[in-house]
């Protein structure tokens, strides 16, 4: 079975990111000496999806941090034609459900929505995200890049607490996993 988990950081009033894509209001965080538990979560993903602008920051980086595994980059545009595009990255257009099947079909257990915001409300209104690790930062950017996209990509789903950790620079995560609704009987 294929699980998919948006695991992100956003900020108290619910941006991934200042309105012009800055990230600039993570840095003290990074810095603090802690992953946040991304390293013992990444040890346990075999796949990635992103948008295409995701996919530009990471790679704004330097080395493209995900080594060798599976990478789907979602954008209507053309992928880069200048020998960039590491070879493990997949570009092109996609609905969920189809990416879901190939997933399936390919055998991966765990993929990481990486991002964005628009990019995660069509995967939750497609109701394929079984679990959210959200890591809130003590921080408002009072506008930016919304964690969920769209309001109205957003669909009713119901989520379970499965861990939460408070850290001393006042950043919380959370690890949620979606309640799926219990066949009925017959």
């Known amino acids: 079975m294929t699980e998919l988990t948006y695991y992100v950081a956003a900020t108290l009033d619910g941006f ?15 810095q603090a000496g802690t992953d946040y538990g991304l390293a013992d979560f990444m040890a ?12 530009a920051v990471a790679r704004s980086f ?8 599976p990478a789907w980059v979602l954008s209507h545009q053309q992928a880069p034609s200048d020998g960039t595009l590491p070879p493990s990255v997949r570009w ?7 990416l879901m099947a190939q997933w399936v079909e390919q055998g991966l257990r765990q993929v990481w929505l990486v ?11 497609a109701g ?19 964690l969920w996209g769209a309001p109205q990509a957003m669909a009713q789903q119901h989520w379970t607490l499965q861990a939460h950790q408070a850290y001393p620079n006042g950043v919380l995560t959370q ?12």
Do not use: C, K, N
């Open 128 to 146: 394929l995200v079984d679990h959210l690790m959200l890591a809130t930062i003590p921080v408002t950017l009072g506008a930016g890049l919304p």
């Open 16 to 30: 991934i990111a200042a309105p012009g894509g800055e990230l600039d209001w993570l840095h003290p965080f990074e």
């Open 115 to 125: 991002g964005g915001g628009q990019l995660a409300g069509q995967f939750l209104h």
């Open 175 to 186: 690890h949620f996993t979606r309640v799926r609704s219990a066949p009925a009987a017959s």
């Open 62 to 69: 330097g080395d493209w941090p995900y080594a060798e595994r």
């Open 44 to 55: 346990g993903v075999d796949g990635l999806v992103m948008g295409r602008t995701t996919y």
């Open 92 to 98: 092109g257009a996609a609905q969920p459900q189809q």
